[in-house]
């Protein structure tokens, strides 16, 4: 039986076909490639040898010390990092939801920590937290809240809440006005009928502003784990992964394993556990929050 | 009609090219010449002698340089790449696993750069050499020299700079005590690529090795030195607080920076950097920094030091190839031995301008060299004591580059009172051998 096309199908399929070929090449590829790496044993340094190990490599990870920590502070970093994030944004949206003056004109200084580079960003932050000339010392001098200058970064305790919070510090104003958008479309309706029933502010905003929100808090929080689970750039310009293994993320291995000590094979299959716990958790929150929604 | 397809191929091949970028590029330009990578130091010193290199043998040079934190994964990627490159700076850290890979050439066969060992240092050239075979000429080397600062010595009522740990300790607290400073000591132990020969200089001056003769892992031993060096570094963050606990967030050139402002007594740092540290334009402190000899930790300690070389290597391709052979070694050796008229000029150049020592001998003798140790050092005897004492790390194997990550992580978890330091050597002991039976 033959497939009778339309010329209109006809059209669309010669028009698609070639972003489908670019796509295949600069994506399909690398990623096929990629999976037939980490069945190999490559470590760039051995260039005469490269044999193939079947699952060695994801098998030698998972049973690697360095995977675990890297894991639990991937899970401690992304948690923080989500929550408040979250947070934050969904009382700065609330904010700005209001009519007041400079609005508009706080909407867009809002925009400003969003649109730097993440490397200014990262190196901005490592500039505040500095032990000699860092302005958070200085400010917690002034306010006698410490006695002297401190290593902020040098503290293992802290490493990891300290990125987290430059992280925020960036990520919050997208959020913030994904967030807004949906808050916008909510109807006023809702809220009158509310306030005609008798309901507080608090219950007003559990009621009605909540579970309106649930598809921008959804797309705030699918986006925020998936940016989150994989940041990398801060890692490298305030840590590269210390003090000891502080700040040793999931990426951060990955980064070690591949361009530190060579190990194509393993970074390849790190890359890969990355990107499966990735769409595992964003498949989870699409369920979830999700079904609620429908 | 043959003549017209050549010169369309040419054509097509230079599309080719272009479109290719870098790789592409240059290989064409270095046809007939030199391509030659280094890391982004004394670039402009590299240039002036390159400018003077192709006046004098009508050799022309494709100079590339990338920054030294990722010059290594940028070589390696070229190399595997099969890029054309002739000529490259190397580190005596990377001999072994890159001779084992095959993209560095011995030169043993090539004796216009071998004559030059008669007149370097024995150190250098053993640490040139990997499996018997020598691999290069020196680009410089150098050793971890320990500084203080005169000035807040005096300050202190010090006279002597101290000769052991101990003493060390000693007059930091003497310093402390006198209100002076809050830490006297600063050793930058962060995690970058200088730590492991800080640590390693620290090893040695214990009496330590991280691995015996035989190369079996020695460095968790209860008594060795490592374990001992690992402890008085523990405790003078942690008991004496001589140390600020933020070192294992200082990385070399903060710490450069941080001791150049006169803020702390002593310090441990890369000979070269005395220029820098006792030039006015540079640091606040110039003119106060003298070397002193590495102190002696323990009852086993002695003054050696940990000492390293860069050197020029020649990749198989370029040596297989007889021009490209012929111009490779013409480059090395105009910088790494003596140029036409048959002197060390860029060796003399870079200690010079950039304070960075040389292998070769006969400039010690130099009355210019003579002068730069005079006004940026005091005189260059203790230099020069300090550098018979230079010992090469013990660690440099073909699994150094994956075993130096546990190590940095290993070293600052003791600092940061993670680890005990028989569990944080042990540890990274156990990480050696994994490696070494791996890499059979």
Redesign the interface.
């Known amino acids: 039986m033959r497939l009778r096309l339309s010329y209109d199908d006809r059209s669309a399929a010669i028009l698609v076909l070639p972003v489908l070929a670019v796509l295949l090449v600069v994506a399909a590829y690398p990623i096929l490639y990629s999976f037939w790496v980490s069945l190999h044993d490559i470590v760039?340094?051995?260039?005469?040898r490269r044999p193939f190990v079947w699952f060695e490599n994801y098998e030698r990870m998972l049973g690697d010390a360095r995977f675990h920590t890297a894991v639990l502070r991937t899970t401690l970093y992304t948690v923080v990092t989500v929550t408040v994030t979250t947070v934050l944004a969904v009382g700065v949206a609330l904010f700005l939801n209001e009519s007041f003056r400079g609005n508009r004109l706080l909407n867009t200084l809002l925009l400003l920590p969003w649109a730097t580079p993440s490397i200014v960003n990262g190196l901005m932050w490592k500039w505040i937290y500095d032990?000699?000339y860092g302005l958070m010392n200085a400010l917690l001098v002034k306010l006698g809240l410490i006695d002297?200058y401190?290593?902020w970064?040098?503290?293992?305790d802290l490493t990891l809440l300290l990125i987290s919070n430059a992280a925020i510090w960036k990520q919050m104003p997208l959020a913030a006005l994904l967030l807004l958008v949906t808050m916008k479309a909510i109807p006023d309706d809702l809220y009158r009928a509310a306030k005609v029933d008798g309901a507080t502010v608090f219950q007003r905003f559990v009621h009605v502003t909540l579970p309106a929100l649930r598809p921008g808090l959804m797309l705030v929080l699918v986006y925020e784990t998936m940016i989150s689970i994989r940041h990398f750039d801060l890692f490298l310009i305030m840590?590269?992964?210390?003090?000891?293994?502080?700040s040793?993320t999931l990426s951060w291995l990955i980064y070690?394993e591949t361009?530190?000590?060579?190990?194509f094979g393993t970074g390849a299959a790190l890359s890969y556990l990355l990107a499966m716990l990735t769409f595992l958790l964003s498949w989870l929150f699409i369920r979830f929050l999700g079904e609620r929604n429908s | 009609m043959m003549q017209q397809a050549v010169s369309r191929r040419t054509a097509l091949q230079g599309l080719v090219a272009s479109a290719l970028g870098g790789a592409g590029a240059a290989q064409a330009q270095a046809a007939g010449g030199v391509n030659f990578i280094g890391w982004s130091a004394a670039v402009d010193q590299v240039k002036a002698h390159i400018t003077a290199f192709e006046r004098d043998t009508g050799v022309r040079v494709n100079y590339e340089n990338f920054p030294w934190a990722q010059f290594r994964?940028a070589l390696?990627?070229r190399l595997?790449g099969n890029a054309p490159i002739d000529v490259s700076w190397i580190s005596d850290a990377w001999l072994p696993?890159?001779a084992?890979?095959?993209w560095l050439a011995d030169i043993d066969d090539i004796a216009s750069l071998k004559r030059y060992n008669a007149e370097a240092a024995n150190y250098c050239t053993q640490s040139m050499t990997y499996k018997g075979k020598q691999y290069g000429l020196s680009y410089y080397g150098d050793h971890m020299s320990f500084m203080v600062n005169t000035e807040v010595m005096a300050k202190a009522g010090l006279t002597a700079p101290p000769t052991t740990w101990e003493e060390v300790t000693e007059q930091c607290l003497k310093i402390k005590a006198a209100g002076i400073m809050?830490y006297p000591l600063l050793l930058s132990l962060?995690?970058?690529t200088w730590l492991i020969e800080f640590v390693s200089a620290l090893t040695f001056s214990f009496g330590g090795s991280f691995v015996d003769d035989k190369g079996e892992s020695i460095m968790g031993a209860a008594n060795g030195g490592a374990v001992a060096a690992a402890r008085w570094l523990h405790d003078a963050i942690h008991k004496h607080r001589i140390l600020?606990?933020?070192?294992?967030?200082t990385v070399e050139l903060n710490g450069l920076r941080?001791f150049g402002s006169g803020?702390h007594a002593f310090t441990i740092e890369p000979t070269y950097r005395i220029r820098a540290l006792n030039d006015a334009a540079q640091a606040t402190a110039h003119g106060k920094i003298r070397p002193a000899m590495m102190p002696k930790g323990g009852p086993r300690g002695t003054h050696d030091t940990c000492g390293w070389i860069r050197f020029y290597g020649i990749t198989p391709a370029a040596k297989a190839d007889r021009a490209r052979r012929e111009r490779a070694v013409k480059f090395i050796e105009y910088f790494g031995g003596r140029d036409t008229k048959g002197e060390y000029s860029f060796q003399k150049l870079l200690l010079l301008d950039m304070g960075l020592p040389s292998c070769a001998l006969p400039i010690a003798q130099d009355a210019g060299v003579r002068q730069f140790w005079d006004r940026w050092a005091g005189g260059g005897a203790v230099v020069a004591e300090q550098a018979l004492k230079a010992r090469k790390k013990d660690v440099v194997s073909?699994w150094f580059?994956?075993w130096v990550?546990t190590s940095?992580?290993a070293w600052?978890?003791v600092?940061?009172n993670?680890a005990t330091p028989e569990a944080a050597l042990g540890a990274l002991g156990n990480k050696w051998n994994e490696l070494k039976r791996a890499f059979r």
């Open positions: 760039l340094t051995r260039p005469l032990p000699t002297s401190r290593a970064l040098g503290d293992p840590t590269q992964g210390g003090p000891g293994d502080a040793y070690v361009f530190r000590s060579l190990r | 994964t390696v990627t595997v696993e890159f084992e890979a095959g809050e962060g995690a970058d600020a606990p933020g070192a294992v967030e941080a803020a073909p580059g994956e990550e940095n992580q600052q978890s600092c940061l993670r």
